[in-house]
């Protein structure tokens, strides 16, 4: 049920981390994909890996916050693939700052990725969605926006505002044949927490918060996006998955 053979697919954020480790599930499962973030080399390098392992992908410089580019991004995609049936809205920037200490200007930064982005990407791309009848749309939230974190407001506040947004499109979405899900990742191994990663010490104290002792790897989520991409999940909309290893249930 998780054959993607003839589908196409735009996941954003996919030049590293997640939304590579996402991308690549999805084109290896048969989907054509557009490949989107600022970073060209990058996007390049996976369009390549995924085209010499017999796949077909589309690398579109992107910024997700911007109208206009994201509408190119899906004009190029349509003109590619001559469809869209999945969106992962992938693309996320964290800062970790107190919030008395915190700018307005940090703040708009966090929240137009992680929350506008969304919407922009979402909206651009569901007309097409719409007009056919069917799709996919995958929303990377983060269990941050289900817990009390200190020092990450912005981030929380803009990943909740993504589940919430996640429920209104589900319901809106319904009727036209489409699933709105989101997936809400712990602590992962990619470039976005290397930083930390090379703290020893803050390394055993993320750790030990996670009843299974350890952070997830970018492959750990790929099964979970192939379900919520493929009509093994045509009965679940508005839903979201915690991938943490027990840390919000704690």
């Not at 998780?2 to 084109?27: P, Q």
Request: hydrophobic letters at 45%; one cysteine or more; glycine letters at 10%.
């Amino acid at each position: 049920m998780t054959d993607l053979t003839g589908k196409a697919a735009i996941v954003t954020g996919a030049g590293r981390g997640l939304g590579r480790s996402i991308a690549w599930a999805l084109a290896m499962a048969g989907a054509a994909v557009t490949v989107a973030s600022r970073t060209r080399h990058e996007l390049d390098s996976f369009v390549e890996e995924v085209r010499a392992a017999g796949g077909k992908a589309l690398a579109c410089t992107t910024d997700i916050t911007d109208e206009a580019s994201v509408n190119k991004m899906v004009s190029e995609t349509m003109d590619e693939f001559g469809r869209i049936d999945i969106v992962v809205n992938n693309s996320g920037i964290v800062a970790s700052t107190p919030l008395l200490e915190q700018s307005a200007h940090e703040w708009d930064q966090v929240v137009a990725t992680n929350l506008r982005g969304v919407f922009l990407v979402t909206k651009a791309a569901g007309r097409h969605l719409v007009d056919q009848g069917s799709g996919k749309v995958i929303n990377i939230a983060s269990n941050f926006a289900l817990q009390g974190v200190a020092n990450h407001a912005a981030y929380s506040a803009s990943k909740a505002g993504v589940i919430a947004l996640t429920r209104s499109m589900a319901i809106e979405w319904a009727k036209a044949g489409i699933q709105v899900n989101a997936i809400a990742p712990g602590y992962f191994a990619t470039e976005l927490n290397r930083e930390m990663r090379e703290d020893a010490d803050l390394t055993e104290k993320v750790v030990r918060a996670i009843p299974a002792r350890r952070m997830g790897t970018p492959e750990e989520i790929q099964p979970w996006v192939l379900l919520l991409a493929s009509g093994a999940s045509d009965y679940m909309t508005g839903e979201t998955i915690v991938i943490d290893g027990g840390q919000t249930v704690r």
